[in-house]
C-alpha cells in the first residue's frame, strides 16, 4: 500500500469531509507536512461559510383545529428544512474542513435530536455553540452546554427540581459527554443531579433561565468532593477528572481512528489535553504515526460518504432536486443532520453495511450523479478515468475486484462514477 | 492503484471462495471451520428455492428501546407498596386487565390479555443480570451480547448464527441498521428496511454485481461493504416479489415524552412484513423487530400506555395473521427491554433508569403463565427492584426449545433455564 496516499486520503476523508477536484493530487506534490499544516493552520476566517439561515422564536404550538396551527406547522417545517439544508451547504462549501469535521464530531458527541427539540432555533443556537467551542477549551464548553437550551429540553433538565430530581442530564453528562461509563457511582448520578436543579427552559427559543425556588442549595458530594456546587463548579470538577481527558481522547479515537480497536494506553493525545484544550489533541492525532497505520479502517458514515461525494462533484445540497427526495434518502441510511437516533450518537462501521444501506446508496448515487456535470471526467480518456476517479475521490487504490468492475463501464461515465462511490474502496476509509 | 486486474474470475474470488479464505481475509474468527464452498449463487438460489419447510420453529424478538417501566407492565395492583411509591404514577386497580398472583397487564395490553386468558403467554418476572448497569448503551450491549461480565463483539443470537450454515436469510432485522444482536463472528444476520429491497435492474446491477464479489485483498471493513452489496441480490431476490404490494402506512407512531434512547417507531409495519415474509417461507428462523420511546423520565403513563398498546395489539395481529399461514404453531416471540425503571417516580409523573423487569414469551410452544419470582416492592436494593431471574435462563430456553441448538454453544456453561415451553 502506497503510505503517502493513505496518509494524505485519511487526512481528507477523516479530518475534512473529502477533497474538491483537484485537491488531492495537489497534497501529493506539496507533501504530507505541508497538507497537514494547511488542515491544523487553516485561514482565520472560513471563506465558504453558508449564511445562518434566518430563524425565529415561533412561541407555543398553537391549539390543534385553529387556524394559527396550520401556519405554525408551515413555519416550523420550513425552518426545519432550512437548518438541515443550511448545514449540508455548509460541511460542502466550508473551507475550513477540520473545524467542519469537529462540529459534526461534536454533534455526535453531544447527540441531541430535532425529533424531541421540535423546534429550530434551539438546534441552531446548539450547532452555534458547537461551532465556537470546536477545537477550543472543553471545559468551558461542557459549562457553555449545560445552558444549552435543546440540550436541556433533551435531557428533561427542566425536569430536574429540588423536590423531585431527575437523573437524565447528570448520569449522560458523566457517562457520554465528559467521564465515560462506569468512571463514576450511583451515588456521584444523583448527587450531580442535585447540583444541577433550578433551570428551566423555554422550549421554542431555547433561552435557559435560573430559579431559585427549584435549586437544591444544600452541599452535594461528586467523586469524592463535597461543596455547595453550582452547575459551573460541578462541571469544572468533572472536567479536571484524569478520566475526562482519557475519555475525550477516546472519543477522538472513536471516530477518527478506530472503532474496532481501542485507544492504546498512554496514547498522546491524553497528556496532550492537559490544559483541556482541544486543538493540542488534534495535532498531537495528526502529527502522529497513527495515521499511517493500516490496521485503522473505518467506514464513512452516510452524512460524510454524501458530503464527500458533492465536494468532489461540485454538487451544493440545497440546489439538488429536491429536498424531500434528500432527506428521504439521508432517513433511509439513517443519518439526518439533527436528528441522531438516541443520545448516544450515531453508531460505526458494520452498522452503516447492511444489504439495505447497500440498496439506498446506490439509488441515493445514482440521484447524485444524475444531477453532476461529469464534462471533466469525459475529458479524460477511458484508460486513465479509473486512476482519475481515485484521485478525486481520494481512494488509497482499487483491488482487482474493483478496478475490473470499473474497466467494464469505463466507456460509460455515469455509470463509472456510481460505482466507484459505491465501491467498497470508497464506502470504507482505507 | 498501480497493480493490474487480474481477470481470472476465481482469483477475483467471484465464483467461489472458501469459507476458510473469507474468515482468514475478513479477520474474523479464525478456529477452524468447515470447507463447505460457497458461492453467491448458491446463496441466491437456496433463498429462492429453499422456502423453510413448515414445523420449522421461528423466534421473533421484539427489542423495547430506552428501558420499560415493568412496574407499570406487570402491575403489582394488589400491593400497597406499589401506591406509596408511586402517589402520582399508578392506576385504578378497576381499570388494569387482572392476570394471577395479584399481578395485573396495564389496561392498554388488551390483545395480550386475551393471548394470556388461552395459555399463550409466559410472564418471566425480575428479569436482569448481575450488578445491572444503568446506561442505556452499556444495559442493552449487555442483553444483546447476552454477556454481562465481558464484553463481547458478537450478540447472542449472532452466536447462533455462527452455529448455523451461511445463509444471508437465516436471521434478518427489520430496519435498516443491524442490530448488535444478531453480529456473528463469522456471519451476521441482514437488515430489511420497511418496504423492501429493491435489486437495481438492468447494466447498473450487472455492475454492481461485478463490484460486490469478494476480492482477496479486501480488509475486513472492505469485505463487509462488498457483502453487505452481495447480500442485497441474495436477500432481495426472494422477498420483493412477496414485498411487491406497497408497504402499509405506519398507523401507530405514538407522541411521546422521552424517547431518545434508539429503536424503531413502527413495530406494526415491522410486524406486517415480517408475518406476510414468513408466510411467504422465507427460508428464516430469527426476526429481529423493535419498538423505540420507554425512555420515560417525565410525564409516563400516557406515553407508556400508547407504547404498550402498540406492542399488545401488534403481536396480537400479528399471531393472527399467522394463523392462515399455517405457521402459527411454529412462532415464539420474545419481547424485552434493557432494564426495568426505578420504584419510586420521580416527581415530574416519570420513572428514572432501574434494574429487573418482565419478559414476554408468547406462542403456541409456550406454556402461559407466570414465572420466576416477583421481586418484593419493599426489599429494595438501593432504591432499585431485585434480579430474581437471570436473563441467561430464560436465553438458554429459548435456544434449546425454539431454536433447537444446544445453548452451551451460545451462552457456554450457563445451568438456569426457565420452564415456559410445551414437552414436544
Request: aromatic content about 8%; charged content about 20%.
Amino acid at each position: 500500500m502506497d503510505l503517502k496516499r493513505l496518509e494524505l486520503a485519511r487526512l481528507y476523508n477523516r479530518f475534512g469531509f473529502g477533497p474538491r477536484p483537484g485537491e488531492f493530487t495537489q497534497a501529493l506534490k506539496a507533501g504530507v507536512a505541508a497538507t497537514k499544516q494547511s488542515f491544523l493552520n487553516p485561514p482565520l476566517i472560513d471563506s465558504g461559510a453558508v449564511a445562518l439561515p434566518a430563524v425565529t422564536d415561533l412561541g407555543k404550538r398553537p391549539e390543534p383545529n385553529t387556524p394559527e396551527i396550520i401556519i405554525f406547522a408551515r413555519q416550523l417545517r420550513s425552518q426545519n428544512e432550512n437548518i438541515e439544508l443550511w448545514w449540508l451547504d455548509q460541511m460542502v462549501a466550508t473551507n475550513k474542513p477540520l473545524q467542519e469535521k469537529m462540529v459534526w464530531f461534536w454533534h455526535g458527541h453531544w447527540a441531541t435530536s430535532i425529533g424531541k427539540v421540535n423546534y429550530a432555533m434551539p438546534m441552531l443556537k446548539q450547532n452555534e455553540t458547537f461551532r465556537k467551542y470546536a477545537t477550543g477549551n472543553f471545559n468551558e464548553f461542557a459549562k457553555a452546554m449545560f445552558m444549552d437550551g435543546a440540550m436541556q429540553i433533551w435531557l428533561d433538565g427542566g425536569e430536574n427540581t429540588l423536590k423531585a430530581p431527575n437523573e437524565n442530564f447528570s448520569r449522560e453528562m458523566m457517562e457520554l459527554f465528559v467521564l465515560g461509563v462506569n468512571r463514576y457511582t450511583e451515588t456521584d448520578v444523583k448527587e450531580l443531579a442535585r447540583a444541577f436543579t433550578g433551570y428551566q427552559v423555554s422550549r421554542s427559543s431555547g433561552v435557559v433561565v435560573y430559579n431559585e425556588k427549584r435549586r437544591d442549595m444544600k452541599s452535594v458530594t461528586i467523586l469524592g468532593k463535597s461543596a455547595v456546587m453550582s452547575p459551573d463548579d460541578a462541571i469544572a470538577h468533572l472536567v479536571s477528572q484524569p478520566n475526562c481527558a482519557r475519555f475525550i481522547a477516546e472519543r477522538i479515537w472513536y471516530r477518527f481512528v478506530s472503532s474496532q480497536q481501542p485507544l492504546p494506553a498512554n496514547h498522546q493525545m491524553i497528556s496532550a489535553f492537559a490544559g483541556r484544550e482541544i486543538a493540542p489533541v488534534l495535532s498531537t492525532l495528526i502529527n502522529g504515526t497513527d495515521l499511517v497505520n493500516p490496521q485503522y479502517e473505518i467506514v464513512k458514515s452516510p452524512v460524510e460518504w454524501f458530503i464527500g461525494v458533492c465536494r468532489a462533484l461540485s454538487l451544493t445540497p440545497s440546489k439538488l432536486d429536491s429536498f424531500n427526495k434528500l432527506h428521504g434518502y439521508l432517513e433511509k441510511l439513517s443519518q439526518v443532520p439533527f436528528s441522531p437516533p438516541n443520545v448516544g450518537g450515531w453508531p460505526t462501521d458494520e452498522a452503516w453495511l447492511s444489504s439495505a444501506s447497500a440498496q439506498f446508496r446506490i439509488a441515493f448515487a445514482t440521484w447524485l450523479v444524475n444531477q453532476a456535470d461529469l464534462s471533466t471526467i469525459e475529458a479524460q480518456v477511458p484508460a486513465s478515468r479509473a486512476a482519475y476517479l481515485a484521485d478525486l475521490l481520494a481512494v488509497v487504490e482499487w483491488s482487482p475486484r474493483t478496478a475490473f468492475a470499473l474497466r467494464e463501464v469505463r466507456d460509460v461515465v455515469p455509470r463509472l462514477v456510481i460505482l466507484a462511490i459505491c465501491s467498497p474502496e470508497y464506502v470504507v476509509s482505507a | 492503484m498501480n497493480e493490474i486486474p487480474t481477470m481470472s474470475a476465481e482469483q477475483l474470488g467471484m465464483s467461489k471462495y472458501t469459507r476458510r479464505q473469507f474468515l482468514k481475509f475478513s479477520g474474523a474468527a479464525t478456529a477452524a471451520t468447515a470447507a463447505s464452498v460457497l458461492s453467491m449463487n448458491d446463496i441466491a438460489e437456496a433463498a429462492i428455492t429453499r422456502p423453510l419447510p413448515l414445523g420449522t420453529p421461528i423466534l421473533v424478538v421484539v427489542s423495547l428501546y430506552g428501558g420499560n417501566d415493568g412496574l407499570n407492565t406487570v402491575i403489582p395492583y394488589q400491593d400497597t407498596a406499589y401506591y406509596s411509591a408511586r402517589p402520582t404514577l399508578n392506576y385504578k386497580p378497576e381499570t388494569l386487565l387482572p392476570l394471577t398472583d395479584g399481578l395485573a397487564l396495564n389496561a392498554s395490553m388488551t390483545g395480550i390479555k386475551s393471548l394470556w386468558d388461552v395459555q399463550k403467554v409466559a410472564i418471566v418476572r425480575g428479569v436482569g443480570y448481575p450488578k445491572p448497569d444503568r446506561s442505556h448503551f452499556s444495559s442493552m450491549a449487555i442483553w444483546q451480547t447476552g454477556s454481562p461480565q465481558t464484553h463481547l463483539s458478537t450478540g447472542w443470537l449472532g452466536r447462533w448464527l455462527d452455529n448455523q450454515a451461511v445463509d444471508p436469510m437465516m436471521a434478518i432485522s427489520l430496519g435498516s441498521v443491524l442490530p448488535p444482536l444478531l453480529a456473528g463472528a463469522k456471519q451476521s444476520g441482514s437488515a430489511l428496511p420497511l418496504g423492501g429491497l429493491a435489486i437495481p435492474a438492468g447494466a447498473i446491477g450487472k455492475a454492481c454485481l461485478r463490484l460486490s464479489a469478494a476480492s482477496q485483498r479486501d480488509s475486513k471493513l472492505s469485505a463487509a461493504a462488498a457483502t453487505s452489496m452481495r447480500n442485497l441480490f441474495s436477500v432481495s431476490g426472494s422477498v420483493t416479489p412477496v414485498l411487491a404490494q406497497p408497504a402499509p402506512l405506519a398507523d401507530d407512531l405514538p407522541t411521546v415524552a422521552g424517547g431518545n434512547a434508539g429503536g424503531d417507531s413502527n413495530l406494526t409495519q415491522q410486524l406486517n412484513i415480517v408475518a406476510k415474509l414468513i408466510a411467504a417461507g422465507a427460508p428464516t428462523k430469527v426476526w429481529s423487530v423493535s419498538l423505540g420511546g420507554f425512555d420515560t423520565h417525565a410525564n409516563e403513563a400516557n406515553a407508556q400506555a400508547a407504547l404498550l398498546g402498540t406492542v399488545s395489539s401488534s403481536i396480537s395481529k400479528f399471531l393472527s395473521q399467522m394463523k392462515a399461514s399455517g405457521r402459527s404453531k411454529d412462532i415464539t416471540v420474545m419481547v424485552y427491554s434493557e432494564f426495568g425503571r426505578r420504584v419510586k417516580a420521580n416527581g415530574s409523573d416519570g420513572t428514572d433508569h432501574g434494574t429487573s423487569g418482565p419478559m414476554f414469551l408468547i406462542g403456541d410452544r409456550v406454556q402461559g403463565g407466570m414465572y420466576g419470582d416477583q421481586p418484593s416492592l419493599t426489599k429494595l436494593i438501593d432504591g432499585d427492584l431485585a434480579v430474581t431471574t437471570d436473563f441467561r435462563d430464560v436465553y438458554s430456553s429459548v435456544i434449546e426449545n425454539v431454536l433447537q441448538t444446544p445453548a452451551e454453544k451460545v451462552l457456554g456453561n450457563w445451568s438456569g433455564r426457565v420452564k415456559a415451553f410445551k414437552s414436544a
